[in-house]
């Protein structure tokens, strides 16, 4: 694999990662739970914390990701009809921006078609330059 294509190939890896991540937060983001510092004696699962990618460039090329919390994870809304509410009727919910999410969808959308390209532009390179050796 050439280098072009190493490089591409851990873009669309990093597409693929901030699709996956934002489609578990869009999924989870009505993942209520009771806020940290509440009693839960029935023990209710807590609120799901939304994950975020940050990518980074690596050393000769390409690109990696690493997956961390959202901060801060949880938003306290009011919901007495819950059954893990606190006294004062409050929960906590997702800190979860579907807009944002609908952007990273988009933008993991267009990286990995261009990355793609990349991949099958540099065959093309490399099986011209072998036609022409030949």
Request: aromatic share 6%.
């Amino acid at each position: 694999m050439s280098i072009a294509s190493s490089i591409a190939v851990s873009g669309m890896n990093v597409a693929a990662l901030r699709l996956q991540v934002s489609a578990d937060n869009v999924a989870n983001a009505l993942s209520d739970g009771p806020l940290p510092s509440s009693k839960n004696a029935a023990n209710i699962p807590s609120a799901y914390i939304p994950l975020r990618v940050d990518q980074i460039d690596t050393v000769g090329g390409g690109t990696s990701a690493t997956v961390g919390a959202v901060s801060p994870s949880y938003m306290p809304i009011f919901d007495p009809t819950a059954p893990y509410a606190n006294g004062n009727g409050m929960v906590a919910t997702p800190n979860v921006d579907l807009a944002s999410e609908i952007i990273q969808q988009i933008l993991a959308r267009y990286t990995f078609a261009a990355n793609a390209q990349v991949v099958r532009v540099d065959m093309q390179m490399a099986a011209t330059l072998f036609n022409i050796t030949l």
